[in-house]
């Protein structure tokens, strides 16, 4: 037999894993995806790092390279061009770009 799961049960799942996910939450308010897009990894690490310091509450911030390996789990690849690592698939918010350009980490 199978039991099905009522829908309230999956709402409150779907719910608790967005809640859980800062790694979406950030790529949906910051990143603008696009084939032709690419941006600077530190730039991707400065911007998570912001968005994390004001919006993580609690949350486990990744490091540099699970940041980059978790990002390269959806979909975004890894380059170097001139000795300088880049993400491909994907470019920050023009918002979101002068935003990191005066964030210090903490």
């Not at 037999?1 to 308010?29: F, T």
């Not at 979101?96 to 964030?103: A, N, V, Y």
């Amino acid at each position: 037999y199978k039991i099905e799961m009522p829908d309230k049960v999956k709402d409150q799942i779907k719910e608790h894993r967005s809640d859980s996910d800062p790694l979406s939450d950030w790529l949906a308010e910051c990143v603008e995806d696009g084939s032709s897009h690419s941006v600077k990894a530190t730039d991707v690490t400065k911007s998570y790092g912001r968005w994390m310091a004001e919006n993580g509450a609690g949350r486990d911030q990744m490091g540099r390279n699970e940041l980059i390996t978790a990002l390269s789990r959806r979909g975004y690849r890894k380059v170097t061009k001139l000795k300088v690592h880049h993400l491909v698939g994907l470019r920050l918010t023009e918002s979101e770009t002068g935003k990191i350009s005066s964030f210090l980490p903490r």
